[in-house]
């Protein structure tokens, strides 16, 4: 079994800052990509963004592009995401997630598992 633990949600003004981090315990499969997805408020859930293995390749949602960046760390186990510019539409709950697949690149893509979710709002 695997465990997603994430940290560093919050309250921001508009146009503000904040990065999200993720860490991965377990049973992990031997490679994964690592990415995140985020609920609004009677929205459906979404990919937010998404790096493979060894960290070579990342995918963001149109709305983030150019705001959000993906980065992972060396032993592959820890996913941050660096959140600037941020808009009330931001808002939400922020899940890390974990696939065996080698890509996370939309809301389609397989998840095997889930964080807990961290709370971002963002204020006008």
């Known amino acids: 079994q695997v465990q997603l633990v994430e940290s560093g949600g919050g309250l921001v003004q508009a146009g503000g800052s904040l990065r999200l981090s993720c860490e991965a315990s377990?049973?992990?499969?031997?490679?994964?990509?690592m990415g995140w997805f985020r609920q609004a408020p009677g929205k459906e859930r979404e990919f937010v963004a998404g790096?493979?293995?060894?960290?070579?390749?990342?995918y963001y949602a149109d709305s983030v592009k150019g705001r959000f960046t993906i980065n992972r760390d060396s032993d592959q186990k820890r996913v941050d995401l660096e959140m600037n510019s941020l808009k009330p539409d931001d808002t939400a709950i922020y899940y890390c997630?974990?696939?065996?697949?080698?890509?996370?690149?939309?809301?389609?893509?397989?998840?095997?598992?889930w964080g807990q979710g961290t709370q971002v709002t963002v204020s006008s």
């Open positions: 997630v974990l696939s065996q697949s080698p890509i996370i690149a939309s809301s389609r893509s397989p998840i095997d598992y």
């Open positions: 377990g049973r992990t499969f031997r490679t994964y990509s």
């Open positions: 790096i493979t293995w060894g960290g070579n390749s990342m």
